[in-house]
């Protein structure tokens, strides 16, 4: 009985002295996950932190990177994470423009428009209650630019 | 960066409604908010936001490019010209002849919106032709 006893309590101080000086996989995790921006998921595994998700930039990657390989007790970081890709800006050749233009601008007689480089010049006058419909036809056909010069009665 | 300042509450607003595949772009001075809308309301609202913040869009410096989704399933279209009848042509283009008429309020069948701006449509009388697709209004 007493021989139990003792390996039980044994057992308990071995289990309590490792666990004590080496922090877990799940405490890593929540330390790092609480120190990471918005966006990043962090793993661990044995030690070994693994991070996924996107960042908006390189500098965002190596800061991620960075604050996983500070927290004590990770062993190494495998650094998933990808940079954002955004669509580019389309600009409608001059020759689609033009002729799309003139169809939006059609019901609008008192609107002169004229194309340029992608630019869409506006001059003549219209009313306030057209002047939305006008811009809202004419930003759907991919301009460089709407220059309203416009005098809005 | 000034831009993006500049028209945050209307970014903000596009982000909050649920705007999906939205992009916000800076580029020679001028912002270029693209997206599609769930529904037309929330599209006329960014462009009440966009009045407010810019008004009577005379600064030149935003192009909102943001369309509302459409269900495929969707097969009729109302005519949401201001008073007049709409135009139906022969082909995708006002320099197309016209080959009927559309009332105003009248719900007429789509037949096909591979081209963005004009849609192919059919009324109840059997003409068949080109509209622009801006004054045309999806029935759910």
Redesign the interface.
């Known amino acids: 009985m007493k021989t139990t006893k003792f390996l039980l309590s044994a057992v308990l101080a071995v289990t309590l002295f490792f666990a004590g000086c080496k922090p877990k996989d799940a405490d890593i995790q929540s330390a790092v996950q609480a120190k990471e921006a918005a966006g990043i998921t962090v793993a661990v595994a044995k030690g070994d932190v693994t991070l996924t998700g996107e960042v908006a930039d390189e500098a965002e990657k190596a800061k991620a990177e960075e604050i996983a390989k500070a927290e004590e007790g990770v062993k190494s970081v495998i650094n998933n994470l990808t940079i954002k890709t955004?669509?580019?800006?389309v600009i409608a050749e001059d020759t689609v423009l033009i002729?799309?233009v003139?169809?939006?601008t059609?019901?609008f007689p008192t609107v002169k428009a004229e194309v340029k480089d992608g630019v869409v010049l506006l001059t003549g006058e219209i009313k306030?209650a057209?002047?939305?419909?006008l811009?809202?036809?004419l930003?759907?056909?991919?301009?460089?630019?709407?220059?309203?010069k416009?005098t809005?009665k | 960066m000034a831009l993006q300042e500049k028209y945050k509450a209307l970014t903000d607003a596009a982000t909050a409604a649920g705007i999906s595949?939205l992009?916000v772009?800076e580029?020679?001075g001028?912002l270029?908010v693209?997206g599609t809308a769930p529904d037309g309301a929330t599209?006329d609202n960014l462009?009440e936001i966009y009045?407010q913040i810019d008004p009577?869009?005379?600064s030149?410096d935003l192009?909102?490019?943001v369309?509302v989704a459409i269900d495929v399933a969707v097969t009729h279209a109302k005519v949401i010209?201001?008073s007049s009848n709409l135009n139906i042509r022969k082909g995708p283009?006002?320099?197309q002849p016209i080959v009927g008429k559309a009332a105003h309020d009248e719900i007429i069948t789509l037949v096909n919106r591979s081209n963005?701006?004009w849609w192919l449509v059919r009324t109840k009388d059997g003409e068949e032709g080109y509209c622009?697709a801006?004054y045309l209004e999806p029935q759910a």
């Open positions: 955004v669509a580019p800006v002729k799309n003139a169809d939006a059609k019901d306030k057209s002047l939305i419909t811009m809202q036809h930003s759907a056909l991919k301009p460089k630019k709407i220059d309203n416009l809005v | 595949d992009a772009r580029q020679d001028i270029y693209d599209k462009w009045n009577n869009f005379a030149g192009v909102l490019n369309n010209t201001q283009g006002t320099d963005d701006l622009y801006q």
